[in-house]
């Protein structure tokens, strides 16, 4: 739920109603990358284009009213705070699919929940989970509950490249860098560790997670609540990049109410001895947003994973084919997302992944993945 007080303003009402300007698309295109932690951020955001702090609240006000802007927090690494998480593939009916989709999404670790056509598996989705929780008892229960006749979990064995960021203005999907994750070198190592979480830290985490409200000093209240000033606040930010807990602070946008109204997963078949160089291939095209190695079943023989987001499905084509001519890797499955069920941050740290264990019936012992 978001506040402003310039809701009642002529430029607010009229931007219901209108199309994105380009004001717009460079404002989305800032707060995707850097956004400004100081006291006043909106009022920075209009210096830098040239219109003041109550257009600035205005603009993200419509912008989310109209469901392009998701959410304005920050973005946590999963498994430096000590979640365990993987991917997960699985097969339904066709007239079993929605249910079984809205039945996963009650899990408060979902963050991804998408149907994709290509592929037996039609319903693919991410899962989270606290240090102390199962995770593959978790999946197994899921299955069991939601009648599905096969899944697979397909955690990642090594990333290549993560972080989306859509060119509002060229219209393009992309990427915020080009390292995994940000990271370098040997920076790398360790990506998957989880490292000691303190009290004060799990408090931070809880108040940088959640929306930041569209007012002038939308950081004094969240400052306030932790006991620390504005600056202090900062210093936490600041640390937990450092500490490699935190990617950034940045917006979140609705990718088909953005104008990417194609999605697609391409997954492919790349040889053992050619991972680490096809990977890195991968990463550096601009349209890859997503590269993943994970693991192989007798009947799923792909290997890595990229996403990538177009304005139409011809696009994502020509994006398979640029990075099959790169590598020179040819098999591969392009699975477009068909509906979007669930898309959202993961929220650490908080009551509801206890509270859906208990509303669950204790699991049977996890069986060998079906199928």
Known sequence: MFRSPYLRSPYFKEVLTKAMDLTDRKLLNIIQSKFPLVDRPYLELGNELGIDEGEIIDRLAGLKKKNVLRQLSAIFDTRRLGYKTTLVAMAFEPGQLNKGALRINKHPGVSHNYAREGSYFNLWFTLAVPHDHDLESTVERMGQDTKALSYRMMP????????????????????????????????????????????????????????????????????????????????????????????????????????????????????????????????????????????????????????????????????????????????????????????????????????????????????????
């Open 156 to 371: 990642t064995i090594r990333f290549f490249k993560i972080g989306v960021n859509f060119d509002m203005v060229k219209q393009k999907g992309s990427s915020v860098n080009y390292s995994p994750d940000g990271y370098s070198g040997s920076e790398r190592t360790g990506w998957n560790e989880a490292v000691p979480i303190t009290e004060d830290d799990k408090a931070a985490i809880r108040e940088l997670q959640e929306d930041l409200a569209l007012v002038p000093r939308p950081f004094d209240d969240m400052a306030q609540r932790l006991g620390k000033t504005n600056d202090e606040l900062f210093a936490t930010v600041q640390d937990f990049q450092d500490r490699r807990l935190m990617r950034r602070f940045s917006a979140v946008l609705h990718h088909r109410r953005s104008g990417f109204s194609a999605n697609a997963m391409i997954v492919w078949k790349v040889p053992e001895e050619r991972s680490e160089e096809v990977g890195m291939a991968m990463a550096q095209n601009s349209a890859v947003t997503h590269c993943y190695e994970r693991p192989t079943f007798p009947d799923w023989p792909y290997t890595h994973f990229t996403m990538v987001h177009a304005t139409s499905t011809e696009g994502c084509e020509e994006i398979e084919r640029e990075i099959s001519e790169a590598t020179g890797i040819t098999e591969r499955l392009l699975l477009y997302s068909s509906r979007e069920y669930k898309k959202t941050r993961v929220r650490y740290f908080v009551p509801e992944y206890d509270q859906y264990q208990d509303t669950v019936k204790s699991a049977p012992a996890p069986l060998a993945q079906r199928g």
